[in-house]
């Protein structure tokens, strides 16, 4: 529950404010069906909602569905500027590899280095052997 509660909150406040737009939008249908002298009908109520409810989502969902989908394929991608320092972390995995006491951690330490193209503290994501990041 803890693990996704960020998730839950959001659909939290999904399910809320969707049911809170049906229920004020069917408020504001009576009322203007009534102000025209009709009677207010189910079918005619679900088209005007759905419509207006498209209509948002149109021009709000759509949009942060591309700001979070398109930052998290750059994410996945490792744009420098979204990347997250992993100096740290790297760091203190080469000293658990010394404190080891092999006499064989700098070459590892190094073999490692090459494989995932680390130079200088830096991890550069899907590195293959001839991309000149030496």
């Known amino acids: 529950m803890k693990r996704y509660a960020y ?6 406040f999904f399910f809320v404010s969707i049911v809170g737009h049906w229920i004020f939008g069917r408020f504001a249908y009576v009322d203007e069906t009534q102000q025209h002298g009709s009677t207010p009908e189910v079918t005619s109520y ?3 909602m759905g419509r207006d409810t498209l209509e948002n989502w149109q021009s709000e969902f759509l949009q942060l569905l591309w700001q979070v989908v398109g930052l998290a394929y750059f994410l996945y991608v490792g ?6 320092n992993d100096d740290r972390l790297e760091a203190k995995v080469d ?3 010394r404190i080891t006491g092999s006499d064989r951690a700098d070459a590892l330490i ?3 280095d090459r494989r995932y193209l680390r130079k200088a503290g830096h991890a550069k994501p899907h590195g293959h052997e001839n991309l000149g990041y030496e």
């Open 79 to 84: 744009s420098p500027s979204s990347k997250e």
């Open 95 to 97: 000293e658990l590899i």
């Open 46 to 48: 679900l088209i005007e």
């Open 7 to 12: 998730a839950w909150i959001t659909g939290l």
């Open 110 to 112: 190094e073999e490692i």
